[in-house]
């Protein structure tokens, strides 16, 4: 996900969270953790200053992008929280 201001850009990375880098040196700037029980994407949103993304636990974070504190906890779950392809 390209930031607002297209100097940063958020991805899962697959092991243990999201990722921040600077744009376009792809610095490796700052990361957001959380437990992952499955490794798959997990998709990744912005809203003002904050990076929303899914989770295989049931829960959808929300973290502060100026701080990296973890702001909120949002349950999505519905019975499976693991998919198996």
Do not use: K, W
């Not at 998709?43 to 003002?48: A, I």
């Amino acid at each position: 996900m390209l930031s607002f201001n297209e100097q940063s850009l958020f991805i899962s990375n697959l092991l243990s969270g999201i990722d921040q880098y600077r744009l376009p040196s792809m610095e490796r700037t700052r990361s957001y953790s959380y437990p992952i029980l499955c490794n798959y994407m997990m998709q990744v949103s912005l809203f003002d200053n904050e990076v929303v993304m899914g989770g295989d636990d049931g829960f959808a974070r929300v973290f502060d992008i100026r701080t990296r504190r973890l702001t909120q906890m949002l349950d999505h779950s519905h019975g499976e929280q693991c998919a198996v392809a």
